[in-house]
């Protein structure tokens, strides 16, 4: 009998300045390789988004543990 593989969840949390949080479950991760660095989320069918990244920008996905947007403003 074969194990299934389970998968971590991974979100992109997206942080808000009344300390609220939106979250965007990543269903897929998938690697390009480009000629320029990039990051591309979209949305999928089920509701879930996909994160497509460029090995020169995350060259491991499996070592990833959080992706935060951050904002600092100038005063």
Do not use: W
């Not at 808000?16 to 990039?38: C, F, V, Y």
């Not at 988004?49 to 543990?65: K, M």
């Amino acid at each position: 009998m074969s194990k299934k593989k389970i998968e971590p969840q991974r979100f992109l949390k997206i942080h808000q300045k009344d300390g609220t949080s939106i979250d965007l479950e990543i269903g897929k991760a998938i690697e390009l390789r480009t000629n320029q660095p990039a990051i591309y989320i979209e949305k999928m069918k089920d509701g879930k988004y996909r994160l497509a990244y460029d090995v020169s920008v995350i060259p491991d996905f499996c070592n990833v543990t959080n992706i935060e947007v951050v904002r600092i403003d100038a005063d």
